[in-house]
């Protein structure tokens, strides 16, 4: 009795259950430190209030959707792949909306805290990071309404769901690569702007390679692995 296709199995599970673990490692990893910075480093939360304090909401909300949260749903069928296929898309409908949540307020913090800057308000879209936010979370929507209509609507044509599921596939795996890239992008101008515009002795710290920004810029190589993991 050949025995290889077993023992192959059987390393491949291996693999994958090794890899995900280390995944989730890195995920958990990087929203503590996006936590740690946004809460203690920066100086904490608020709401309108306190426009500077409200972005904070912004990088972090962002992570946890549409990083953490997002990588997470995409990985359902692979984690449950034995579990009922009705229960799954439930599951996966659920974890993405939680995501499309986090991402909407997230967005709003960063327009009001650029609207409600005072003396002079920010403006807003007009940098790379936002313009390939903006569409990261166009496409998300989009996204989530056409896989329920397509997948929890009942009595949707089986063939168009069978043509639409390659489709839905490669627009998720996009839209999370592309939610990965604006956080490095993001990461990136938040950190030369606050060293530009800190006071004396502050001034320059991300070009002194102080801890702020040694943290950050290792939160973003781990979002790069955590990206390729998943």
């Not at 030369?192 to 801890?211: C, H, M, N, S, W």
Request: with cysteine; charged share 15%; glycine share 8%.
């Amino acid at each position: 009795m050949d025995t290889k296709p077993v023992i192959m199995s059987r390393l491949e599970k291996t693999a994958f259950w090794a890899i995900f673990g280390v995944a989730e490692i890195f995920g958990i990893v990087i929203v503590a430190l996006m936590c740690y910075w946004t809460a203690i480093t920066r100086g904490g939360f608020a709401w309108q209030e306190n426009p500077g304090k409200q972005f904070n909401w912004h990088p972090l909300l962002m992570t946890v959707g549409l990083i953490y949260l997002y990588g997470n749903g995409m990985l359902l069928y692979r984690v449950f792949r034995n579990g009922k296929k009705k229960n799954l898309k439930i599951l996966h409908a659920t974890v993405m909306i939680g995501s499309f949540v986090c991402m909407t307020v997230g967005l709003k913090a960063a327009f009001d805290s650029h609207d409600l800057k005072k003396p002079t308000p920010i403006p807003n879209m007009y940098s790379l990071h936002s313009w390939m936010g903006i569409i990261a979370a166009a496409l998300f929507a989009m996204q989530w309404v056409a896989g329920f209509i397509m997948f929890l609507v009942p009595n949707a044509a089986s063939r168009l769901k069978a043509m639409y599921l390659n489709v839905h596939v490669w627009f998720g795996t996009f839209i999370f690569i592309l939610s990965c890239a604006t956080a490095l992008l993001g990461v990136t101008e938040k950190m030369l702007f606050v060293t530009i515009f800190a006071p004396e002795p502050l001034k320059g710290f991300y070009q002194r390679k102080d801890p702020e920004g040694i943290m950050m810029n290792t939160t973003s190589l781990l979002i790069i692995i955590f990206a390729a993991l998943v």
